[in-house]
């Protein structure tokens, strides 16, 4: 595992000094790029942001960004973006492009009314533009927050930073890269006293963009079926918002149960000196499901080569 700390402009202006400290003893830093205002929504940059990316550069230390995002939809989040794509080179930070999605205000801002969906489509729409550009995208909350406030299985198929301050992460995907583990310095770095997020990373990225693993209809319409996707609108916003065509799944998924709740049969086909208690006693049925089965009229009339379905 690897030490990354991430640092904003709550660390005031970090010394040269510091930043030597820094260079000495971890191997990466995470920058917070900026943030959209929790009220009207404004988009601001973090006001050390130049001055610690300039940091790293001079000192060769692998960096990366986090956004605090606010976004409320689709359009929003690729705003977000945007904003990070004209000030900074999104392809040169080595340690990704991380979605920061938590409350704020109290659990009273902008981004805290959002429904799940709502929230989960704005926090993928910030991901998946960042791929999109070149660069490697991720989420970054903690453990409640996935659990509660977003769809979590569509996450599965991107990078996730867990903020967790425990003993342990409570998180353990597959896609688990980086687990914050305290903010009180844990890597005990000169000059920054009980006040620094610590990360343990437990993944990198490659040089290509992380992209989505994404499943074919028949595996969703089975993963449907199995009760992973919830039912009726929660479904369709599930999958709508982990990029899949609801419509072309569900259809799969009615062709299957019309497939599976088809009635099956056997057929027969009467020889001379059949009777119809005679069938039934045969396969286990009786006459009357016989006749209603094959819309025989006269029970006690068949005829030879007539072909009767036995239904199970």
């Keep these: 595992m ?49 001055n610690n990316l300039n940091a790293c550069k001079l000192r060769g230390i692998p960096y990366g960004f986090y956004f605090f995002t606010q976004a409320v939809n689709a359009a929003e989040a690729q705003e977000e973006v ?8 999104i392809k ?23 429904t799940r969906e709502q929230r989960t489509i704005a926090n993928k729409a910030f991901i998946d533009c960042v791929n999109a550009r070149g660069s490697n995208g991720g989420l970054y909350c903690n453990y409640y927050w996935l659990r509660d ?36 310095n844990g890597f005990n770095i000169k000059g920054f006293g009980k006040s620094l997020d610590c990360n343990w990373q437990y993944k990198g990225f490659g040089s290509q963009p992380a992209q989505p693993v994404k499943k074919s209809n028949e595996e969703l319409a089975q993963e449907v079926m199995d009760g992973k996707w919830g ?8 999958l709508t918002a982990a990029g899949y065509d609801y419509s072309a799944v569900q259809k799969l998924v009615n062709q299957i149960v019309a497939e599976r709740d088809k009635p099956k049969f056997v057929t027969y086909t009467v020889k001379r000196g059949d009777t119809l208690s005679a069938i039934a006693r045969i396969f286990g049925t009786t006459v009357t499901k016989i006749v209603k089965d094959n819309g025989i009229i006269n029970p006690n009339l ?7 379905k036995i239904y199970k």
Excluded at 4 to 27: F, L, M, P, Y
Excluded at 82 to 89: L, T
Excluded at 302 to 308: A, D, E, F, M, V
């Design 302 to 308: 068949i005829y030879l080569g007539q072909t009767i």
């Design 231 to 238: 039912n009726g609108t929660d479904r369709k916003q599930r």
């Design 82 to 89: 945007a904003m990070i794509c004209k000030v900074a080179d």
């Design 92 to 114: 040169a930070a080595e340690l990704g492009v991380w979605c920061d999605s938590e409350t704020s205000n109290d659990g009273k801002g902008r981004g805290d009314v959002l």
């Design 2 to 50: 690897k030490k990354i700390i991430d640092v904003s402009q709550w660390q005031g202006r970090i010394s040269s000094a510091n930043w030597d400290e820094i260079k000495k003893s971890v191997d990466g830093v995470i920058i917070r790029f900026g943030y959209r205002g929790y009220g009207n929504g404004a988009l601001k940059l973090d006001t050390e942001f130049t």
């Design 149 to 184: 406030n977003l769809n979590a299985d569509v996450f599965k198929q991107y990078p996730f930073w867990l903020a967790c301050y425990m003993s342990k992460p409570l998180y353990s995907g597959d896609n688990l890269y980086l687990w914050q583990f305290t903010s009180l």
